[in-house]
């Protein structure tokens, strides 16, 4: 009776799988259009954050910044911004204004990225539950090398850059899309990063990010 339900669950995992792959072929050029609309609306209002560090002088700030909190330092991020931004000239009054705001820009920024994540991020959770996880290999598969590649490369940066409160759903799905085979070690590796607090090197050697390895 064991072996026989332990059977019944691989054939059905098997069906389901492969159904999933039937529709991702038959709907590849729908999924392949939602994806760059997603990339693109992920991608549009983090440039006009790098926008506005540039308009305050700061430019590229937004990628050291980034580095930085791969250490979690964050004493060494408020002395960048203090170099960068509040200690440009000897005009104490200036610099406090101008601090004021800046802050109050990328406040509003926050929001805004905040509110398209989530949209892109449930957008990402709905297609990968019709059709698996739109890898970079499967996506290649179905639609050549010679396809635009703001659809094709890195589909996994919108869970990169997910907000917390979709963490639990995330890590739930990419357990499962990695032990099925429709997600790499790289892109399980990242995301896993980024949902345990963005720690260390997203890419490490041995993949430490990437826990699923003990749920076979």
Known sequence: MKKFLIFLIFVFILVTSCSKDYYLKRDINIVARELLKIKE????????????????????????????????????????????????????EFNKIKKKDYLA????????????????????????????????????DLLGENFDKDVTSSPQL????????????VRKLVIKEYLRGRMDKNACSQIFWHLNGRIGNPFPVDYNHCKVDTLR
């Open 158 to 169: 919108i869970f990169v850059h997910v907000p917390e409160l979709f963490f639990p759903r």
């Open 105 to 140: 820009r990328k406040n509003s920024t926050l929001i805004t990225i905040n509110y398209i994540d989530s949209l892109n991020a449930l957008a990402l959770i709905r297609l990968t539950n019709k059709y698996g996880f739109p890898s970079h290999q499967r996506l290649i």
């Open 41 to 92: 609306s992920d991608q549009v209002i983090r440039d006009h954050d790098d926008y506005v560090d540039y308009y305050f002088g700061l430019d590229n700030l937004s990628h050291k910044l980034d580095s930085l909190t791969w250490t979690n330092d964050n004493s060494s991020i408020d002395s960048l911004i203090s170099r960068n931004l509040f200690n440009q000239n000897g005009y104490k």
